[in-house]
């Protein structure tokens, strides 16, 4: 992430930078203040995959163990887990210790599957037998904790049964009616964490925003925004993180309106333009922030790029550490969100 002040030397004001940023050593931005702006990127990521996952009905994966004391004792049941962010969750809580039962919950077209995570083998359950499933998990594994990385729509009948059944969860899918979700939560006193953005560095950054648009109002005022952000083909809306800090920047009196976004969902420009390596184009979040004063003499440039999905899924571990740790202290407290996890610190 880069903060950048730049001075410029005429009232015509055209900014040629070339900065070194903290997570990208090498990246290049280009803004000319012109009717359009243009962006262009160069981004020299390493080419290496992640995981290399199988494609036969059985998926392996080759994991490096980074045990965390504070996950021994620690079963989770991972629903979503044949999902490239779910099965990213897997891999992780498992390398860091964490016990995963046999049994999951998926969507209909993955009844019957059987995922093998470095020899720890996991059947896929439908919704037909999902209670007596999660019943049976529960029981037999008194410290589980779900962990959900379903699909919006299933949002607010996972967390009922979850409630139902008493078992604790960490929420890390996006959409389904919120307010019902902390209703069925706070009305069950069953313990959670409920986020929509998991990536603890990135919801880091977005407290800081809010905390610097409450205490500083109109810093900002006057300065022209451009916003861009990158994501994968398949996302078609604004993502809900550009939306929260382009709110804090309006607070901090900049104008701006959410239909002046620049979406770049086009893969060929995202790696010709944003500098996202081919690898990520399917998943992937590059944000850009970028401000102006009036006159042109000054910018600032917010910037975060996320290659891959491990920034949420070791969010997430950190998450169920620290649900478990409430659980056996049986903290008055239930609901909780990533910045209570920031919060008490402790995180790997």
Not at 85 to 104: F, H, K, M, S, T
Not at 198 to 218: D, R
Not at 243 to 259: D, M, Q, R
């Amino acid at each position: 992430m880069a903060f950048v002040v730049t001075p410029s030397f005429n009232a015509s004001y055209t900014t040629r930078r070339e900065d070194i940023n903290l997570l990208n050593p090498c990246f290049e931005l280009n803004f000319e203040k012109t009717s359009g702006s243009r962006l262009s990127c160069r981004t020299p990521f390493p080419r290496k995959p992640l995981v290399a996952m199988a494609s036969n009905s059985v998926q392996s994966v080759a994991l490096v163990s980074t045990v965390d004391p504070r996950s021994v004792g620690t079963s989770i049941m991972v629903n979503g887990c044949t999902g490239k962010v779910g099965r990213a969750v897997l891999e992780a809580a498992i390398a860091a210790g964490l016990n995963p039962v046999p049994v999951a919950l998926g969507g209909p077209e993955d009844v019957g599957k059987i995922l093998d995570f470095n020899g720890k083998q996991i059947e896929i359950h439908g919704p037909s037998d999902r209670e007596s499933v999660l019943s049976s998990a529960f029981k037999e594994y008194p410290d589980l904790i779900v962990v959900d990385y379903t699909v919006p729509a299933a949002v607010n009948d996972n967390a009922a049964l979850y409630c139902k059944v008493g078992v604790p969860f960490v929420m890390g899918t996006t959409g389904g009616d919120r307010e019902l979700l902390y209703k069925t939560v706070d009305d069950s006193k069953v313990y959670a964490v409920i986020s929509p953005q998991m990536g603890k560095q990135v919801v880091a950054f977005l407290a800081a925003m809010e905390i610097m648009s409450e205490q500083f109002p109109g810093a900002f005022s006057g300065y022209d925004l451009e916003v861009m952000e990158s994501h994968q083909a398949s996302k078609l809306d604004v993502s809900g993180t550009a939306k929260a800090v382009i709110s804090c920047f309006k607070k901090l009196g900049a104008e701006f309106e959410e239909e002046q976004v620049k979406l770049i969902r086009d893969p060929r420009l995202q790696v010709e333009m944003v500098g996202v390596p081919e690898e990520y184009l399917s998943g992937h979040a590059f944000h850009m922030y970028h401000l102006t004063s009036p006159d042109g003499t000054v910018s600032f440039e917010f910037q975060h790029n996320v290659c891959g999905r491990s920034i949420y899924a070791e969010g997430t571990v950190d998450a169920i550490l620290f649900l478990a740790k409430k659980v056996r202290s049986n903290a008055d407290k239930r609901i909780y969100d990533m910045i209570d996890v920031l919060r008490e610190g402790n995180m790997r």
